[in-house]
């Protein structure tokens, strides 16, 4: 009986060695994705296994067996899972019931001992690799024990009976045998668990080579060993050498060595992302630009080096330029052969830029002209650079740890800085001037900026960067500036800008408030004839002076500005009625006709003002400006010395005179005028011998414009020179040409304005070339000057008149006897004619005034060697008397009027 137990014990055995370690290993290899169906199918074999167990019992009497179908459902429970456990419990418990005897008793066996299993590997978990023998032979005891208990349920009869025979191999095999079999699982398990644990790291090695950011090549330098072999033993100096002198040695071997592989980031790191086929020569991989260290990168290998370093920049195809870090590693046991080489590649371009960047950063920083101040948040001094050390003589030793209090110069209250931190709460930045004191105690001002720096995962600022320049020099520059763009430099006074700049905030004001402004414009009369007399310095003097003395009579809210030369201009707010403005303008008049002594000499001048007042006169700035100018204008025209206020007829009169100096300009440029000539008749004779040309201007629409009209406007605008040496040229010619026809003898006398002989551009020598180049002597030309002019003898007039007299050009005094008419004058100027004008003559009889006159200065002129024009004779009475009085010449329309050049050539005719 024991040895047919022990035969069908040792059968089953070899059935479950053999079928259920491979349904086991089937579980294993299943994906997870198929573990249900793979479940099911294995509760279907193991059902099958356990049917045959059964089927080959132990038969101990009619209706009881055994056999180890224990062993197997425990080793289920534990091994397989509960879906398994369930089929073959299922399909062993119905098969048991089918074969009657004592099926509840195998019934209870089976579901017993397959809970056992399951309930065992719960206890488990997921470590069931971890189970020992002695754990398994444990967990066989507690199957086999409580399978013996369930034998208690037998038959009185029989159940002692199957417990005396079946206890002991119970006890003893089917344990044993249970924790065999559950080693051959958990050994299954492990080999599985290494497996895959292997195969993961196989992945995850394979991705990290792929996509590892270092580049990995594996290389075959066999071929090139034979090369390296064939090269004289030298030093590492002399091969680098060897290999960087012979690149076509370089690009051969490059062809030689092989690559066996490389991951995706040496391939990019390469530059080389068109190549397809990783396997092959290196030589795709090595351009023109790398051939150089890859030169030196052959003498290391070729000196014996393992290991080695190096650093190797190129561009790349995409025409970058690339750093890379290279680590050359020959494996001993390689070293004859080379056959594998690795090599590491690490890109680092943007490392090294980024370096650069620092150092570039850390140069701005350290050696930048603006002050750097870094403070913690608690305002304590951290860094510097040294702009800052230069700027406030603080040392780095002297700052660190300190707070930026060392710099304050107590000019600033707390309420100052307060206003500073609000706006670092608020905004996180502040900038603005500030004053400072340096360490030697010095004051300075600078513009700092400071800003806020978060740092840190809270947003909690923790620095504080503070820039500043020390401004000071450059806002006393800008103060400089804007004070000689604002003052005049003589006076100290506002000056034009300033004063249209007030006055544009005054007129606003005004408007604003429904009160009133006047404007005044000063100046001073015939200040340049002391300024030529007397020299520039005493003019400077003079316009010194006469500012102080009208600064003491302006009140404290009007302004004084200088405009420029002899002008002034003051701006007086808040009238309350004209009178004010009357009182100041008579003030300044009174206080301007003292003396004032300027180098030991008294000197009398007068002033014309001009009054504009705002809104009647004007409501804007331009306006009130240009009204004031224009009753200055009207001022002066009246006779110098006196206030004139604005009105319209004067803005009429202005823009007449603009239109009349635009038509001017047009009428030169289109030769618009024409010289009319009136004779000048010798006393003695009745003949003519002399002409005075007389410039006449034929407008387009308005017709002939009177000289006396169109002069003025042609001297205030400069226009006079132009006019002047259009007259003399064609008077010239003019005269040239009746000389050539007419007379050898006759002359012209063609006036001239004092204006022509103050412009620099007047060119004197210029019409004595003109005239020997139209052959005409000097003599036939008279020059006619007024006396204002000879009142003014500056420099530059002398020369021009001293170049006239050395050439034999005559000169003629115009309307003698209306101004000064100073006997000096007349010495000084060496003048050949005298012209006595027409006031005196006009209404000449034999006993007035006038013929007294006349005859005075037809007998000076005589003593003094000159010869006398009389001018405006209109009757014959006064051509006798004047020819009696011993006049030399006359001329007026007694004789003839002014005439056109071809009615005048009528005059030669009847000669």
């Known amino acids: 009986m024991v040895n047919s137990f022990i035969e069908i014990t040792w059968a089953n055995n070899i059935a479950l060695l053999l079928a259920m370690i491979v349904i086991f290993n089937y579980l294993l290899a299943v994906p997870t994705s198929s573990s249900l169906i793979s479940k099911l199918i294995a509760g279907t074999a193991l059902s099958g296994i356990a049917l045959i167990i059964m089927m080959v019992p132990w038969h101990f009497s009619e209706g009881i067996f055994f056999d180890t179908r224990s062993i197997l459902l425990s080793a289920t429970g534990l091994f397989f899972g509960a879906i398994p456990t369930l089929i073959v419990c299922i399909?062993?418990?119905?098969?048991?019931?089918?074969?009657?005897?004592?099926?509840?008793?195998?019934?209870?066996?089976?579901?017993?001992?397959?809970?056992?299993?399951?309930?065992?590997?719960?206890?488990k978990q997921l470590h069931l690799d971890k189970l020992s023998f002695y754990e398994l032979f444990v967990f066989g005891i507690v199957v086999h024990v409580a399978t013996l208990l369930l034998m208690l349920s037998l038959p009185e009869g029989s159940r002692y009976e199957v417990l005396e025979h079946i206890t002991l191999p119970i006890l003893t095999i089917f344990p044993l045998t249970t924790a065999l079999l559950c080693c051959f699982f958990v050994n299954n398990i492990r080999q599985h668990s290494v497996s895959d644990s292997l195969k993961i790291n196989e992945a995850r090695l394979d991705s990290l080579y792929q996509h590892a950011p270092i580049g990995l090549w594996e290389e075959d330098w066999s071929e090139a060993k034979k090369v390296f072999d064939t090269i004289p033993k030298q030093s590492l100096k002399e091969l680098q050498e060897y290999f960087v002198n012979?690149?076509?040695?370089?690009?051969?071997?490059?062809?030689?060595?092989?690559?066996?592989?490389?991951?995706?980031?040496?391939i990019q790191q390469?530059?080389?992302?068109?190549?397809?086929?990783?396997?092959?020569?290196?030589?795709?991989?090595?351009?023109?630009?790398?051939?150089?260290?890859?030169?030196?990168?052959?003498?290391?290998?070729?000196?014996?080096?393992?290991?080695?370093?190096?650093?190797?920049?190129?561009?790349?195809?995409?025409?970058?330029?690339?750093?890379?870090?290279?680590?050359?590693?020959?494996?001993?046991?390689?070293?004859?052969?080379?056959?594998?080489?690795?090599?590491?590649?690490?890109?680092?371009?943007?490392?090294?830029?980024?370096?650069?960047?620092?150092?570039?950063?850390?140069?701005?920083?350290?050696?930048s002209n603006e002050a750097v101040l870094i403070t913690d948040a608690t305002s304590k001094i951290i860094h510097i650079n040294k702009a800052f050390t230069e700027i406030t003589g603080y040392s780095y030793e002297d700052s660190i740890g300190n707070t930026p209090s060392i710099l304050s110069s107590g000019k600033h209250d707390k309420a100052f800085y307060q206003q500073m931190r609000d706006a670092l709460l608020e905004n996180g930045v502040?900038?603005?001037?500030?004053?400072?004191?340096?360490k030697n105690g010095e004051l300075y001002l600078e513009w700092l900026t400071i800003n806020a720096m978060q740092s840190n995962s809270e947003g909690l600022v923790d620095r504080y960067i503070g820039l500043f320049t020390d401004i000071s020099q450059k806002k006393a520059s800008e103060e400089k500036l804007w004070e000689q763009a604002n003052f005049d430099p003589l006076t100290g006074l506002p000056n034009r800008k300033m004063l249209r700049d007030r006055i544009v905030v005054d007129v606003a004001n005004a408007l604003k408030s429904d009160s009133s402004l006047a404007l005044l414009y000063i100046n001073l009369d015939r200040f340049k004839v002391i300024n030529d007399l007397l020299s520039h310095e005493a003019g400077d003097l003079l316009i010194y002076q006469a500012s102080q003395?009208?600064?003491?009579?302006?009140?404290?809210?009007?302004?004084?500005?200088?405009?420029?030369?002899?002008?002034?201009?003051?701006?007086?707010?808040?009238?309350?009625?004209?009178?004010?403005?009357?009182?100041?303008?008579?003030?300044?008049?009174?206080?301007?006709?003292?003396?004032?002594?300027?180098?030991?000499?008294?000197?009398?001048?007068?002033?014309?003002?001009?009054?504009a007042i705002c809104p009647d006169d004007a409501k804007n700035a331009s306006t009130l400006i240009q009204n004031a100018d224009h009753a200055l204008f009207s001022a002066k025209r009246k006779g110098r010395g006196r206030y004139q206020y604005f009105i319209p007829s004067m803005q009429?009169?202005?823009?007449?005179?603009?239109?009349?100096?635009?038509?001017?300009?047009?009428?030169?440029?289109?030769?618009?005028?024409?010289?009319?000539?009136?004779p000048i008749v010798e006393l003695s004779s009745g003949k003519t011998f002399k002409a005075e040309a007389l410039i006449r201007w034929h407008h387009p629409s308005r017709g002939l414009v009177s000289p006396a009209e169109f002069i003025p406007i042609a001297e205030d605008s400069g226009l006079i020179t132009h006019i002047g040496?259009?007259?003399?040229?064609?008077?010239?010619?003019?005269?040239?040409?009746?000389?050539?026809?007419?007379?050898?003898?006759?002359?012209?006398?063609?006036?001239?304005?004092?204006?022509?002989?103050?412009?620099?551009?007047?060119?004197?020598?210029?019409?004595?070339?003109?005239?020997?180049?139209?052959?005409?002597?000097a003599r036939s030309i008279v020059i006619e000057i007024t006396e204002s002019m000879m009142i003014e003898p500056s420099d530059e007039i002398q020369q021009k008149m001293h170049l006239f007299r050395e050439a034999g050009v005559q000169i003629a005094l115009d309307d003698f006897g209306t101004g000064y008419s100073s006997l000096a004058y007349l010495k000084n100027f060496d003048v050949d004619f005298i012209k006595i004008d027409q006031?005196?003559?006009?209404?000449?009889?034999?006993?007035?005034?006038?013929?007294?006159?006349?005859?005075?200065?037809?007998?000076?002129?005589?003593?003094?060697?000159?010869?006398?024009?009389?001018?405006?004779?209109?009757?014959?009475?006064?051509?006798?008397?004047?020819?009696?009085?011993?006049?030399?010449?006359?001329?007026?329309?007694?004789?003839?009027?002014?005439?056109?050049?071809?009615q005048f050539e009528k005059i030669f005719n009847k000669a």
């Open 91 to 123: 399909v062993t418990a119905a098969y048991r019931f089918t074969l009657g005897g004592a099926f509840f008793t195998g019934i209870l066996v089976i579901i017993t001992t397959a809970s056992i299993g399951l309930i065992w590997r719960h206890y």
């Open 246 to 266: 012979d690149p076509r040695l370089c690009r051969e071997l490059a062809t030689k060595i092989k690559v066996v592989t490389a991951n995706k980031a040496a």
């Open 270 to 367: 390469a530059s080389a992302n068109n190549i397809t086929k990783i396997e092959g020569p290196l030589s795709p991989f090595i351009n023109d630009s790398a051939l150089a260290n890859f030169a030196l990168e052959l003498a290391e290998i070729a000196a014996g080096r393992l290991s080695f370093n190096h650093q190797s920049s190129f561009t790349g195809t995409n025409q970058s330029n690339k750093t890379l870090s290279i680590k050359v590693a020959v494996l001993p046991e390689h070293l004859e052969t080379l056959s594998h080489v690795i090599i590491t590649t690490l890109d680092i371009t943007a490392q090294i830029k980024s370096e650069e960047s620092m150092r570039l950063a850390e140069g701005v920083y350290e050696y």
């Open 430 to 438: 502040w900038e603005g001037e500030i004053w400072n004191r340096r």
């Open 549 to 611: 003395r009208l600064n003491k009579i302006i009140r404290n809210t009007d302004m004084l500005a200088r405009l420029g030369g002899d002008e002034f201009a003051i701006s007086i707010n808040d009238l309350d009625s004209t009178s004010v403005v009357e009182r100041i303008a008579q003030k300044v008049l009174d206080s301007l006709s003292l003396p004032f002594s300027i180098n030991n000499e008294e000197l009398f001048i007068t002033a014309s003002i001009g009054i």
């Open 652 to 678: 009429e009169q202005a823009m007449a005179r603009s239109i009349l100096e635009r038509d001017l300009r047009a009428a030169i440029e289109h030769e618009q005028f024409e010289l009319y000539y009136q």
């Open 725 to 777: 040496d259009w007259v003399f040229r064609n008077a010239a010619r003019q005269a040239s040409a009746w000389q050539n026809k007419y007379d050898t003898n006759f002359s012209v006398s063609i006036n001239t304005s004092p204006f022509q002989f103050h412009d620099p551009t007047h060119d004197v020598l210029s019409w004595l070339q003109f005239t020997e180049k139209l052959g005409l002597s």
């Open 839 to 902: 006031s005196f003559v006009r209404g000449l009889t034999p006993h007035s005034d006038d013929k007294v006159l006349c005859e005075a200065i037809i007998m000076i002129a005589h003593k003094l060697g000159m010869q006398v024009v009389a001018e405006g004779i209109e009757t014959e009475e006064e051509y006798k008397l004047l020819s009696k009085a011993g006049c030399d010449y006359g001329q007026g329309f007694y004789f003839d009027k002014p005439m056109p050049r071809h």
